[in-house]
Every structure is written in C-alpha cells, then in structure tokens.
C-alpha cells in the first residue's frame, strides 16, 4: 500500500483512491472531514480513536440509538480502532499501522504527536512514502502555533467575521464552520497531490495546514480592493463586493436572489421588472456605476419584487433569463427536488441505528464513482480485525482489552 506502489486502477469503476491505507487521528472537524473526503474517495480510512469515549463527536446531540447523528455522516465510510497512543503497546500498534498506511491525517493541538513520540520525522524512519497531513488552528509554527484555534477564532481572525452580516450590525460568523471545512479540504487536495508527487518521487512529504490561512485564502475580491487602493473592505450584507445588482431581495411573501452583473443580464432584468427608466438612468450605465450606486439600485429594484411573490418573481426572471434562486432552509435543500433528481442523499446502513441518511459527494466521476459505503462505525469496530491483519493473536488481543489499550465493540470477535 506504500512506497513505490503504482496507484493507478487495475480496474475502471472502482473509486480512485482504491488501495490507499489512511490514518486519521483527531476530533470534530478538520481531521476528520479531511477523511471523510479520502473515504469518499474510496481510501481505506482507519480512525484512531481513543478507548474512553472516543471522539467527541459521538456524544454530540442529537443521539440515535445512543449514536451521534453527525458521528455517523462524518466518519461514514471509515474503520474504526480505540487504541490508547499514550501506551508504549499503544504507540507499538500505531507504528504497525503506520508501516502499512500510505497517509495520516491529524488535527491535534501542534507538538501532541511529538510529546507522544509519534511524529512525522519518527513515523517516515517506518515508512519513507508516508504523506503526514497535520491541520491545526494556526499552523506548525509561528508566534500563535500554541493557541487554542477554533473555527470561531480562525473566521474572527482571518477577517471572514469583518466582512460577513450586515453593516453597522454586530459581527456575524458563517453559519458553517467554514474555515474547519476548508482547512480539511485543502488536507485532501494536499495529500492526494503528495500522493501523485510520490509516484515519481518514492517518498511521501509532511504537510501544514491550518484554519486560519484556510480562511484568508477566500479573500480573493478583498485583496484585489485592498492591495490595489488601501481600502478596507466591511460588511454589505448579501451583496457582492464588486458587482450589482447581485444580492438577497424581498419578496411579498420571503427573499430570492438576483444576480444581473452583465449587460444583457441587467437588461434583461429591469424589462421583467418593469424597470426600463433605469436602463437610461446615468447612474447604472456600466457595471462600476451600478455597484458603486447599489444601495439606490437595490431600493429601486426591492420596490418592485415587494408586490408580489417570491414564486412569480422567480418564474419571470427565470423566463427572462436572468440568474435567480430562492433562499431555501435546510428543511427545503433536504427534500429539494433537483437534489433528488440527481440522488444527492443516499441511506448508509449502519449496527445500531439502521439507515443513516447522507450528504452526497459534490465530485461525481464517470469512471470511478466515489464510495457509499456504511455510516460510521461504532468505537472499536474494526479493533479486532485490524488487530489480527497486524499479527496479533486472539490471546494477546485479550490482554490489550483487559489492559485497557484497545478497547473492541461489542459483538466484535477477534479472528
């Protein structure tokens, strides 16, 4: 599974990461969203947790069956195995594991792997072709590498928080843990690209990444303005930092998006609105115009979509070509029928709880589709078998339970 193995598919229609041992080690976001993607992908993610409770995202409400919801949707696809890294049989189980694995994925507080003598520079002496992926708050190094980093602190400090609600209002955090997300994502896009690197190479490589630098990388319009006039960009609500009219507007009965930013576009969108006086309003000749006069814009534009509903608006724009949609809550997007058409969700069987209904895969392959495999696994699942592929005895996997180094699920049977 590593070194200088060719990764390529022997056959069409398998996922493409088939054949790829990862090791993911960490808690809530970042680590294991970073699996989950390799997973997907169709790598064989074995998550390291530890005995006594595992991780925490297991006891997160709600609970099913006594099983964290969100555990399930996260850790899909994924082995799980309760070893305690803080024994030395434990760090003799993980060093085995590493012998065989291709990546490990961590997001532990920057230096734990090292206090626990785990750490890449030790791990690649096992194993030359291993990728390390560590995500953190803030990074490896640097003057803030030992703080505490969560996505709240890394939206705050990336400047997400400065420029997300609207303005003159308190400050306002993305509805998703944005930066813990992408953090994660930019781990896969790193370790699969690391994993290309090595099919020349022969050798894995450690990599950084971190919330924060996740976080300002999104900053594409903002440094545009503020490197090229100084400017400090601030809050506009849902409107576009460059653009208009691209923003929410009210309807008579809720909000729909308009985004009209070329010419036909906005042509187009004040003749269905019955707007044409503005087509030869000075003030909205030419898109700069438009955006630096948006708040007249917008208030032109809101006079008219407030008199009648969101689903008439919707169908005249539509008609009209201009690009539209409506402000859905998750309860519409979970049943939305464009989703369903294209079967986004799909059920996961998993022991305890039965069917487990997931977020699809945004990548859609049309020669190697990703995994839908299970619902993540109970704590320890897999110990026992992952413990005999390792060499381990039924009598020696006694001992570590009842030393409480590993810790098997029930009904697991070692082999």
Known sequence: ?????????????????????????????AAPFCGMQLADLGAEVIKVEPPEGGDQVRLSAPLIEGEGSAFMRLNRNKRSIALDLKTGQGKEI????????????????????NDLGLEYESLRRLNPGLVYVAASGWGQDGPLRDQPGMDIMAQARSGLMSITGTPDGDPVKVGVPVCDLVCALYGALAAVTALYARRESGVGQYIDVSLLEAGVSFAI??????FATGAIPKPSGSAHQSAAPYQAFRAADGWLTIGATTKFNWTALCRALGLDSLLEDKRYVDSNLRHRNREALASAIESITLTKPTAHWLAALDDAGVPCAPIQNFGQVFSDPHLLARDYFWDAPHPTTGSVRQLGSPMRFSQTPVRRGKAGPLLGEDTAALLSELGYGAGEVDGLVERRVVKIAAGAVAS
């Open 94 to 113: 993980f060093r085995k594991l590493v012998s065989t694995a291709d990546v490990v994925v961590e997001n532990l507080r920057p230096g734990t792997m």
């Open 1 to 29: 599974m590593n070194g200088n193995r060719d990764d390529r598919l022997e056959d069409s229609g398998r996922p493409p990461l088939s054949g790829i041992r990862v090791l993911e080690v960490g808690n809530y976001m």
């Open 221 to 226: 319009w903002e440094a545009g303005s503020f």
